[in-house]
């Protein structure tokens, strides 16, 4: 498992809302964990200050797993290094 994917699940992990959830990359917040657009939009703000990246234009409830999540912020960093 990467740093990037260990940090994701990290943050993930220590949200209220997931204690004692077994979570995993194949992990979906909605049907796996219930969540809400409210808990996936704090989730969001969290990974955007760690990685200090924006989901500007990306709708959250279109990321499903916590895999899709990761792909679209390791997407996210790329771009910000390129324009750099």
């Known amino acids: 498992m990467t740093e990037l994917e ?3 699940l990290e943050i993930i992990r ?5 204690v004692g959830s077994n ?3 194949e992990t979906k917040f909605r049907e796996d ?5 409210l808990v ?3 989730l969001a703000i969290e990974i955007e200050d760690a990685f200090d990246i924006r989901f500007e234009g990306i709708h959250m409830s ?3 797993t916590i895999r ?10 790329e771009r ?3 324009v750099q």
């Open 6 to 8: 260990n940090k994701v």
């Open 14 to 18: 220590n949200n209220q809302e997931f």
């Open 23 to 25: 979570i995993n990359l």
């Open 33 to 37: 964990l219930g969540v809400d657009s």
């Open 40 to 42: 996936i939009a704090q």
């Open 62 to 64: 279109d990321l499903t």
């Open 68 to 77: 899709q999540v990761i792909i679209k912020t390791e997407e996210l960093i």
């Open 80 to 82: 910000n290094s390129k």
